[in-house]
């Protein structure tokens, strides 16, 4: 939930919908990108080899 309020929050910035966002545009960019990123690492990427590593072990 905080990944997509971050998103959320950073589209108008992206869009560059207001008068001073062309200058924050690249920046919203980066941080949608990367916080899209650490999620799907954070969420997918991690605890599968985590979950292959430990049934092994039993």
């Known amino acids: 939930m905080t ?11 992206a ?4 008068s001073g966002a ?3 545009q690249p920046l919203a960019i980066a941080v949608i990108g ?4 650490s999620m799907v690492l954070s ?3 991690t605890p ?6 430990r ?3 039993l």
Do not use: K
Not at 5 to 13: H, N, R
Not at 15 to 18: L, P, R, S
């Open 3 to 13: 990944t997509l309020a971050t998103i959320f929050g950073m589209l108008p910035l």
């Open 15 to 18: 869009w560059g919908v207001d």
């Open 22 to 24: 062309q200058m924050l």
């Open 34 to 37: 990367g916080v899209t990123v």
């Open 43 to 45: 969420l997918l990427i």
């Open 48 to 53: 599968v080899p985590f979950y292959l590593l």
């Open 55 to 57: 049934s092994r072990e």
